[in-house]
């Protein structure tokens, strides 16, 4: 678990200091709280950060979804951000769908594994709309549900980029199936 100190230590052991940064992984470290504001304030000043991974941490608190929301509003340059497994509650992606919409770079999302569920497909739905980046892969898998899935399907024709969506393991029901089937279609005639 990187705490308080640990992040500081971090910071001042160079990364900091370190503009060039490209990746960086730290997936499975318990990361939260003021440690993941500081890491925000870190990759801020990592212009050349283009991979994020802070897959299987936990983010699932109010508190902890805006610290995130802060950190990725750091990262300008960033094209790939995966947030797998992070415990991510819809109120979350809210969060993160303010910032997301605002990226001129990214290009892959992974949300997999998290309860995203109705709101939180409603809220990727606007970011999916308003992206100014071209999105090109998202990761959906479990816990979208079938009146989450409607919501998604329902902007998949106005994603021009979008060129790969993986929805595995979501209980969309028959309604959301053909809700899809009719936002991809859209898609596959828009080329």
């Known amino acids: ?87 991510m509650s819809a109120k979350g992606v809210g969060k993160l769908a303010e910032v997301l919409t605002e990226s001129e770079e990214l290009a892959r999302l992974d949300l997999s594994a998290n309860k995203i569920g109705e709101k939180g497909a409603g809220k990727l739905a606007e970011v999916l709309r308003e992206c100014k980046a071209g999105l090109a892969h998202q990761n959906l898998m479990r816990h979208l549900g079938d009146k989450g899935m409607r919501k998604l399907a329902g902007v998949l024709g106005e994603c021009k980029a979008l060129a790969h969506l993986d929805l595995r393991n979501n209980d969309i029901g028959n309604e959301g199936a053909e809700r899809l089937a009719g936002g991809a279609w859209e898609v596959q005639g828009a080329g």
């Open 1 to 87: 678990m990187i705490e308080v100190e640990g992040s500081r230590k971090l910071a001042a052991g160079g990364v900091e200091e370190c503009t060039a940064l490209a990746h960086l992984n730290s997936s499975q470290t318990a990361i939260g709280g003021e440690p993941l504001g500081r890491l925000g304030e870190v990759l801020g000043k990592c212009t050349s950060l283009a991979h994020l991974d802070l897959s299987e941490n936990l983010f699932c608190d109010h508190e902890g979804a805006e610290r995130l929301a802060k950190v990725l509003g750091e990262c300008k340059a960033v094209a790939h951000v995966n947030l797998e497994e992070s415990e």
